[in-house]
């Protein structure tokens, strides 16, 4: 019997819809359940075939144990070790490499010394910087943000140097983004499922959560929603995210795109809306049902060895990415 896992944590209606929707396909020999595991043997897999992670970015035992899982041959979504590495400024700066529109950002060392560091642990930092010049090129008003991590904590929209300062002072040790503010006309979130299948749903961030998805994508030309396809597909492809989201401000009638960093994206059901949440079902069954008949075969040692070719300047150069 070849199993699939659901690791997940408070949400309820995604997982438990997806469970069911595997299992009423009836496929021979596959069943699918919510994750069980206590004490992890080094080295040991616990029975999954394929697991589909939806919580250890919050959970550092369920990220080492879904590592040791991969490390024996289970297939595991999204990929833990590179959810590990992952951060939203290298993924910025892959998106100019790969063309597509992001906001002009800059990343600041930390406000407060890191625990465990001392100042001569930052003798190598550049100091005073040049904030004059850093906010004649981002501009105001700008966000500052955390350079990873999720859940809008550590977001700051700053309107003047001297709120900038405030909210820079209340950023602790955390690694911070300077990032331009783009005044859009509209906006799009967009689910990417098994790298291939695009959900284009219209988005309104500055309502309260329940109206997120309020809007509709009447008015969005067709060749606007083809490059809202296309650019998902470029990010996901190159970082390699089979489960995802990425949203996109609107700005002149180019997307540029805001937040790719979502590979436990929200799913569910009162928050999308029931179309968006029987599309990302449906997607995300048939993908866990495919990779479990036939499975990518991906290795954390050998999937991703182009990105550093752009910024290294050897000579495979841009066209070595996945596209």
Known sequence: MARIGVLFGREDTFPCALIERINAAHMRGIEAEPVKVGAVAQGEPTGYALILDRISQDVPFYRSFLKNE???GTQVINDPFWTAADDKFFENCLATKLGVAVPKTVMLPHKNLPPGTTDRSMRNLRFPLEWDRLFAEIGFPAFL??????????????????????AYAASDAHVMMLQENIEYESYFRCF?????????????????????????CSDASPALLHRIVSDTLTLNRALGYDMNTCEFAIRRGVPVAIDFMNGSPDCDRESVGEANF???????????LERVRAPRRESFRTARPTWSRPVSGTSAGLDSLPR
């Open 70 to 72: 991969a490390l024996c």
């Open 145 to 166: 943000k955390r350079h990873s991590g999720c859940g809008g904590s550590f977001v700051f929209k700053v309107r003047t140097p001297e709120e900038f300062f405030k």
């Open 192 to 216: 990417c499922v098994n790298r291939e299948n695009v959900r284009v749903m219209p988005y309104q961030p500055c309502c309260e959560h329940a109206r997120h998805y309020a809007a509709n």
């Open 278 to 288: 029987a599309w990302v079902v449906e997607a995300t069954a048939k993908m866990l």
